[in-house]
């Protein structure tokens, strides 16, 4: 069936096309609005220079299209176009870059532009998408980990290093008492026993020797005694300085800890900005279905309408354009498309009477 000045279906079966110089020439095709193009099997062209070139396409928008090769594409908005197999280009402008893909960007002055996908639940699979929400709550749960282990780390490194600084002051005190104990012996020693001096000045006994004086014969023993305090001590002080070189590596490990605490935060101020950006689309969103709901469908037969409406939800406002065509008493179809900020979405009806 074609409708309007230069429709053409081409006598292909169950082919529809309606308004000036649509086009839909293959079996179960649809073109709807002027200069729309259906060319492959159950096609859908709908919009003014919209083109569905590809077998089971839809396509949706003022000059949207669904290219040759893009089996089983849809483009749903103003401009958009889906250049690949089983993909969908979503929104005004916005273009496929690869088979089985979903784009909602859009080209913009810089390049590739980007939308938000609100209302999503939480993903459960592995091939669901994350809501922001979702990830705020793992990563606080990965911060609390974190902040616990970091408070559990520091207490049990303060708890050891004191441990060993205590065990160090008591050997070191205890060194100091048996030092001590050896100088009052050497005294003692000294007070009580004498050699005697020859005339060279060498020492020799006491016992007929003109000259006495007293002299500590212990000293030689104690001298090997003092040897060994002092590698005790010696070993202390490799113990201490273990110990500092530990609460050294201690103090490294809680200062990248706490690099890692701040990344986290910076990324908990990135999702916040993603959910505030997440509210505003729905906004948008919201105001879009109100101005869909405002077009009206045709009501005399034979006759083609056009029909405008605005929307607005919240500080968001939409305007909404469709077309509509009543064939007989019984049955009307109408297609629509709402436009908001760079946003766009669309609806197509039928109706029957009875």
Known sequence: MSVGSSAVTGNAVHATALGVGADARAKLSTAVGAHSTAYQQQSTAVGVGSRALAQNSVTVGTGAGVELNATNGVALGMLAN?????????GTQSVTTRDDEVNIGYKNSKGEGTRYLGGLRDGEEDTDAATVGQLNRKTNEIYEGVKGALTAADIKSRSYTDQKTSEV???VSELSVRTNNINEAVVETSAKVDVGVNSDGGLTRAEGASKVIGVNEGLLALSGRTDKIDAAVGAVDKRVSSNTQAVQKN????????????????????????????????????AQ?????????????????ATAAVGGYSDQQALAVGVGYRFNEQTAAKAGVAFSDGDASWNVGVNFEF
Request: charged letters at 20%; hydrophobic letters at 40%.
């Open 82 to 90: 889906a250049k690949h197999q089983n993909s969908v280009a979503l």
């Open 169 to 171: 002051s008591a050997v």
């Open 251 to 286: 103090s490294k490990a809680i200062a990248a800890n706490t690099r890692m605490l701040q990344q986290h935060s910076a990324r908990l101020d990135s999702q916040q900005r993603q959910i505030n950006e997440n509210h505003k689309e729905m906004k948008r969103a919201a």
């Open 289 to 305: 279905s109100a101005a869909l709901t405002g077009l009206f469908q045709p009501y005399s037969v034979g006759k083609f309408n």
